[in-house]
């Protein structure tokens, strides 16, 4: 048997390479709303970061997130991304 390919993302705030399927993607749309997106298929650029506040949090630190997606980011993306992040 084949063994199928398991994608791999970079968290934005541990920089460390894990399963898509664990981290949580965040997605710029076209219209520049940032949003949570736990399908993984929304239309937009995205950033990955573990399910984990300290990776949340390093990464609201450093700016990472605004790097990644390439526009600035609201504290309040982070205060939902922190709620998301307790929810799982």
């Known amino acids: 048997m084949v063994q199928k390919k398991i994608p791999q993302r970079m968290c934005v705030g541990c ?3 894990k399963n898509k399927k664990e981290l949580i ?3 710029r749309t076209p219209e520049s709303e940032i ?3 736990p399908t993984g298929k ?5 950033a990955y970061v573990c399910p984990c ?3 949340v949090t ?5 700016k990472r997130l605004e790097k990644s997606l390439k526009c600035a980011v ?4 982070y ?10």
């Open 15 to 17: 920089q460390e390479m």
């Open 74 to 77: 609201d504290a309040t993306v």
């Open 58 to 62: 390093k990464a609201y630190k450093e």
């Open 42 to 46: 929304k239309s937009g650029r995205g």
């Open 35 to 37: 949003l949570l997106d």
């Open 25 to 27: 993607r965040i997605v």
């Open 79 to 88: 205060e939902t991304l922190k709620a998301g992040v307790q929810n799982v």
């Open 53 to 55: 506040e300290a990776c």
